[in-house]
């Protein structure tokens, strides 16, 4: 079950125990903003990487072209 979306109130608390009052104007689009955040950091979380490795295992300028398909 999915948690329930940030409200502008809830916003404001968390950013004022993080050190970081907000005005009240700001409230709903940081609210907003989380919300959208939270949603896509999710939708990374369902996807199966597999073997894929980390990325400092890359190195620039080693790979093999060919222009194979």
């Known amino acids: ?3 329930a979306d940030l ?3 809830e916003a404001a608390r ?3 125990r993080a050190g970081l ?13 989380a919300n959208h955040l939270h949603s896509v950091v999710a939708l990374l979380r ?4 597999g073997d ?5 295992f890359y190195r620039a300028g080693e790979e093999q072209h060919d ?3």
């Open 21 to 33: 009052p907000l005005p009240a104007d700001r409230h709903t689009a940081v609210a907003a903003t």
């Open 14 to 16: 968390w950013a004022a």
């Open 67 to 69: 222009a194979t398909v």
């Open 52 to 56: 894929t490795p980390p990325a400092g």
């Open 7 to 9: 409200t502008p109130p």
């Open 1 to 3: 079950m999915p948690p």
């Open 46 to 49: 369902e996807l199966d990487f």
